[in-house]
């Protein structure tokens, strides 16, 4: 996320989505969507960033045909693996479906 920051400052602002395909081109989707709920929780100067950059890579994961049991599946969820962290990713995916899925 800094470099997303230094960025912007040199070559000026950027979609939230283009943040979210650069970041994706360094690190997996399950600990990317971790590391964007922690920011969302612990990091003040990127919470809204952070926020903004998770819509878009769950907007993604609903372009690509996932569905929250894919999301389970991807973080484990159900499993002896699973986390809070891990939790709290699916639980905002499950609140993010449910708004798309009623607004239609």
């Known amino acids: 996320m800094r470099y997303s920051k230094a960025y912007q400052k040199k070559h000026g602002a950027y979609s939230a989505q283009h943040a979210y395909f650069q970041l994706r081109d360094v690190m997996p989707e399950a600990p990317l969507a971790k590391m964007l709920e922690q920011l969302k929780e612990k990091s003040s100067g990127l919470k809204k960033l952070a926020a903004k950059v998770q819509i878009s890579q769950f907007n993604h994961w609903k372009d690509n045909g996932m569905h929250p049991s894919d999301v389970a599946g991807m973080l484990n969820i159900g499993e002896s693996g699973a986390n809070s962290l891990d939790k709290l990713v699916y639980n905002e995916f ?10 239609q």
């Open 94 to 103: 499950n609140v993010y479906w449910a708004a798309i899925h009623l607004a």
